[in-house]
């Protein structure tokens, strides 16, 4: 098992930017891909970033360039750093992890924490 734990959370105001992190713990070498996805309310969840063990990373469109996903593999941590943060932004962010970089993608992630709120304000 898999255990993944998110902090950095909080309120911002818009244009401001926070740092997530996400700390995994249990079977890590189990863990190719992680990522981060939010869930706003009233809104379908959204896969916001990605990145394997290597490096490897993938962004929606709609935070492509105000967004980071970075990993520290030493640490068993992946970290987003959120710039330009707008209202819309607002939503709870959950950390994701699986052992298959495609399952990840496709929403069909084993693991997950219990999810951030980050809140904008205009």
């Known amino acids: 098992q898999v255990q993944l734990v998110e902090s950095g959370g909080g309120l911002v105001q818009a244009g401001g930017s926070l740092r997530l992190s996400c700390a995994a713990s249990?079977?890590?070498?189990?863990?190719?891909?992680m990522g981060w996805y939010r869930q706003a309310p009233g809104k379908q969840r959204e896969l916001l970033a990605a990145i394997t063990s290597g490096g490897h990373t993938n962004y929606a469109d709609s935070v492509k360039g105000r967004f980071t996903i970075s990993r520290d593999n030493a640490k068993n941590t992946v970290y987003l750093q959120m710039n330009s943060l707008k209202a819309e932004d607002t939503a709870v962010y959950y950390c994701?992890?699986?052992?298959?970089?495609?399952?990840?993608?496709?929403?069909?992630?084993?693991?997950w924490g219990q999810g951030t709120q980050v809140t904008v304000s205009s």
């Open positions: 249990g079977i890590i070498f189990s863990i190719n891909a």
């Open positions: 994701a992890a699986d052992r298959d970089w495609y399952r990840l993608l496709r929403y069909e992630f084993r693991y």
